[in-house]
Structures are given as structure tokens and as C-alpha cells.
């Protein structure tokens, strides 16, 4: 068990719907990414936040969108929710920008749309 | 896009046996880590081997890297039934993760 949570860990919304993800970093950890995984695929990079700031971002569209907090919690806003938004949503924390680091997985959360 | 794929898509092998996995990428690399999932739960954790490692140990893991071909192997020796789960290999590049689609690996009693 690492020390990221993630809530909620199931959700169900409806196309069109606006849904917001939280994830608690591991004690100590600046950076946190997010990742879609979609049924049967790799986790997919949504983007990175390193000291309340984005730090890159993947093939996403801009309704995809996100915050760090001071404690270096983060929230994933997802806006106009479409069908093919259904995937496990994970973040994920690091103990800092440097490359070269493992990232510590939360258990995720579940999000089907309907 | 992924910018690794793993092969073989699938692997069912008895308790006890050795599981062999591959992974190849496109790009240039800082590390290649490989991921072990359970279940469509989160993401551990296995073994991080940089850009200028060509092997690398943990337990019963055994990772290799050529950079020349751009592949690395994840082995996984003496198996047993709780090894049965999907495994990603990532590529580390300007800091961000790219997984490939992995390996399932089923371990039969």
C-alpha cells in the first residue's frame, strides 16, 4: 500500500456532466501526475503538477483540467463528460521533479458514463 | 499514444516456472520502470533501471535494458500464484510516464 488516496473510488455520471477526482499525495511528495486507463490499456498521461504548478500535459482536451493545493493535494476536473470519458482515473505522487523517480500509485477511482 | 508494447499480450504458465516479458520503445529514455497491476486496482511499483543500467536485480525480478534496441525483458523467476496480474513496462522521458498496453500473466496452481 503506498500512501496516496484517491476519492471517490466508484462514480457514475451522465454525458454532459461535470465530475471533480481528489487524490492526497504521499507524505512529502510535490508532484503529482494523473493517468486515464482505459478498459484493457495502459495508463494514459493526462498531466503533471509540481509545486501547485502544471508541468505538462498529455493528449488531452482542455475540459480535462486541474489543481495542486498548498498540501500538495490535487484535484481532475473533468467538464461536458462524454462516453469514452469511462476509465480508472489514477494519480500518482513523487518525491520530486527530478527525473529518475518511481511514482507511487493510488488505488484509483472509477468513472462510468452513461 | 503508448510509447512502449509489451509482448507477449498474454502469458499463462504453472507455479514454479520462469515468466519472461518484453518491452519495446521508440524514443530516448531517462529510465524504463515496469508496473505490476492487480485487478484494475492501482499501479506497484517493481524495479527502476536507468538509461546507463543494462541489468538489473530485485528479489526474484531480473530487468534488462539495451538502449541500442530500444527493448527491455522483465523476468520473473520461480512463480507463483500471486504473480498472476497485469504487468506495464514505462518509459521515462522529460519526467513523464508512457505505459504500454501490458502483459497479463496468469499463474496456474
Known amino acids: 500500500e503506498t500512501g496516496v488516496t484517491q476519492s471517490p473510488t466508484h462514480l457514475i455520471k451522465t454525458r454532459g456532466q461535470q465530475v471533480t477526482l481528489r487524490c492526497s499525495s504521499q507524505s512529502g511528495h510535490n508532484t503529482v501526475s494523473w493517468y486515464q486507463q482505459a478498459l484493457g490499456q495502459g495508463p494514459q498521461f493526462i498531466f503533471q503538477?509540481?509545486?501547485?504548478?502544471?508541468?505538462g500535459r498529455g493528449n488531452f482536451p482542455p475540459r480535462f483540467s486541474g489543481l495542486q493545493f498548498p498540501n500538495y493535494s490535487s484535484e481532475l476536473n473533468v467538464n461536458a463528460l462524454e462516453l469514452d470519458d469511462s476509465a480508472l482515473y489514477l494519480c500518482a505522487s513523487s518525491p520530486h521533479l527530478a527525473g529518475g523517480d518511481e511514482q507511487y500509485f493510488g488505488p484509483g477511482t472509477r468513472l462510468t458514463v452513461t | 499514444s503508448q510509447q512502449g508494447e509489451e509482448d507477449p499480450q498474454a502469458l499463462s504458465i504453472q507455479e514454479g516456472e520462469n515468466a519472461t516479458m518484453n518491452c519495446s520503445y521508440k524514443t530516448s529514455i531517462n529510465n524504463l520502470q515496469w508496473y505490476r497491476q492487480n485487478s484494475g486496482r492501482g499501479l506497484v511499483h517493481l524495479i527502476l533501471i536507468r538509461s546507463n543500467e543494462r541489468e538489473k536485480h530485485s528479489g526474484r525480478l531480473r530487468v534488462t535494458l539495451d538502449t541500442s534496441k530500444k527493448s527491455s525483458s522483465l523476468l520473473i523467476t520461480a512463480s507463483r500464484a500471486a504473480d498472476t496480474a497485469s504487468y506495464f513496462c514505462a518509459t521515462d522521458h522529460d519526467y513523464k510516464l508512457s505505459f504500454g498496453a501490458g502483459t497479463t500473466v496468469t499463474v496456474r496452481a
Open positions: 503538477y509540481y509545486r501547485e504548478e502544471e508541468n
